[in-house]
């Protein structure tokens, strides 16, 4: 399942925040999303998951337009994980995770394909033993591993997700990234805003750089143009012998 994007544009409060952006996401990529903080990049995916509207141009799954299809249309195309995730009830972690069913019934009464699909996402990222717990008992590492279930829980052919990684411990990170790559070898669509680009160049098949905006690198993560990094984050890359980005050092001059 394909998502395109054509000549979008987003301002909000009279500020421009996207312009003019392109963009294809086939099967099988797992896109890395980076840029500095204020880029863009959330709103670049809340567009992606059709909760934001554009001034502008066109955002299409399968050439459909994201915003004529209804929200349970939309929910079996494409899970979004937002960067905010707050719980204003207190249930319990598998709960939680349950809402990722809503489209296919009522998460308060799952059938035996929803518990599966619940168990298969808490065994994923790692969170099984905490699926009897309290939401608001949990760390934000836990709580963060428990939303990312609750996305995976929806089994979409698309993954759409806002820094999936950013209160998670090295090892977990290492294995949601690992997680996420999996997804895209096995045919889904993955795209995630991310800070960590060593990890970003480890495991994504793709880099998209948003800066002001706009799409100004975009290139398999292995070939990512140094100056491109350098330009955008002020930051020079240390790579081994594959290309992988393996550290930063302040920018060279």
């Known amino acids: 399942m394909t998502i395109n994007m054509h000549s979008f544009c987003v301002s909000l409060g009279g500020t421009e925040i996207l312009r003019n952006v392109y ?5 099988g990529e797992f896109i890395g999303l980076v840029g500095p903080n204020g880029a863009g990049k959330s709103t670049l995916l809340r567009a992606l998951a059709g909760l934001q509207s554009g001034d502008a141009g066109q955002c299409t799954v399968n050439e459909q337009n994201i915003s004529e299809l209804s929200p ?8 979004y994980l937002p960067q905010s995730r707050p719980v204003y009830w207190s249930m319990i972690a598998r709960d939680v995770v349950a809402l990722g069913r809503f489209a296919y019934g009522s998460p308060l ?11 298969n996402a808490l065994m994923a990222t790692g969170a099984t033993h905490l699926k009897a717990r309290p939401v608001g008992e949990l760390s934000g590492g836990e709580r963060a591993r428990i939303h990312l279930a609750r996305t ?10 806002d820094e999936p990684i950013a209160a998670l411990d090295p090892a977990h990170q290492l294995s949601v990234m690992q997680m996420l790559r999996d997804k895209a070898n096995n045919g889904s669509s ?3 805003a991310l800070h960590e680009l060593p990890l970003a160049s480890r495991f994504c098949t793709r880099i998209i750089v948003l800066d002001q905006g706009r799409i100004v690198g975009d290139a398999d993560a292995k070939i990512l143009p140094t100056e491109v990094i350098e330009c955008t984050f002020g930051v020079t890359p240390m790579r081994d012998q594959s290309g992988i980005i393996n550290g930063l050092l302040p920018k060279i001059t």
């Open 23 to 27: 963009l294809n996401i086939s099967p």
């Open 72 to 79: 349970i249309e939309r929910a079996k195309k494409l899970a």
């Open 109 to 119: 009464q799952i059938d035996a394909r929803d518990a599966k699909a619940v168990d």
């Open 152 to 161: 995976l829980a929806a089994e979409t052919p698309i993954i759409i997700a």
């Open 190 to 192: 993955v795209i995630a």
